[in-house]
């Protein structure tokens, strides 16, 4: 299992949202650059970017980071926000980075996201869902900032794209993201169990070192984990030594 960093970013700067929350960020005082190449003397081989100014506006406005972050920070990039058309995602492929985050694209618009899979491949992009828990225990996937309800459960959307070649997905359960609040391992538990061939990465909540362990029993390939490390509830040198017993 891969522990993946992330770096959010909004007006150049590094943040993190509460919930997804733009009026809930917190900033730090961290050159994207410079944290990302302390990640990578950790250990860590892939980081996870997201333009938040893309992802609220639909037009990415920090693909020259993006960019230096693919060349210089000593580890593969996936990134993603405010991708909407195949050539902004040819665009962001060719700066350099390794895959692209496809998010409330591949909920709504089923043909065109088919149809990026096709032209550029399915190891260059990653299915991202957020997803809520109903009240009845079923994972719903959101949309335009985690703002709007699709009906469409995560189940059916990830059974349509293993159809159509996808391997990379990318789950969030956006009730705990940014909260340190503890990752939902029943939820990637069940996602591994029912798509064994899919490559899933866990993303919101993950608190502390003593959850990467559990985690990587659920089966999960990756764990991406912002706030924590920021905040350092989850520092590099546990992280490296996790990666040493890997």
């Avoid at 590094?14 to 005082?29: A, I």
């Avoid at 149809?115 to 225990?137: C, T």
């Avoid at 699709?150 to 909260?179: K, M, N, P």
């Avoid at 029993?217 to 989850?234: H, N, P, S, Y």
Wanted: negative net charge; proline residues 3%; charged residues 25%.
């Amino acid at each position: 299992m891969q522990t993946i960093p992330a770096i959010d970013l909004l007006n150049g700067r590094c943040v993190r949202l509460y919930k997804g929350d733009f009026e809930r960020v917190s900033g730090y005082d961290h050159d994207p650059l410079e944290l990302a190449q302390a990640y990578c003397r950790a250990g860590p081989s892939l980081l996870h970017v997201v333009d938040l100014d893309g992802a609220r506006t639909g037009e990415p406005t920090n693909m020259a980071m993006i960019s230096d972050l693919a060349a210089n920070s000593g580890m593969s990039v996936q990134a993603g926000g405010g991708i909407r058309t195949l050539e902004r995602l040819t665009r962001l492929l060719h700066t350099g980075v390794k895959r692209a985050v496809i998010g409330s694209v591949a909920v709504t618009d089923r043909a065109t996201t088919s149809q990026w899979l096709s032209e550029v491949g399915p190891e260059s992009i990653v299915l991202a869902f957020d997803i809520r828990i109903s009240d009845g225990g079923e994972p719903e996937a959101l949309t335009h900032g985690w703002t709007r309800g699709s009906g469409q459960q995560l189940w059916e959307l990830v059974e349509f794209y293993l159809e159509r070649g996808a391997r990379h997905f990318l789950c969030t359960d956006i009730d705990r993201d940014g909260t340190l609040s503890g990752s939902n391992l029943a939820l990637y538990s069940e996602c591994v169990q029912r798509y064994p061939a899919a490559e899933f990465q866990a993303s919101g909540g993950l608190a502390s070192a003593k959850e990467l362990e559990p985690l990587r029993q659920t089966g999960v390939t990756g764990i991406i984990t912002g706030k924590a490390l920021l905040d350092e509830r989850l520092t590099l040198e546990e992280v490296a030594t996790f990666l040493q017993k890997e």
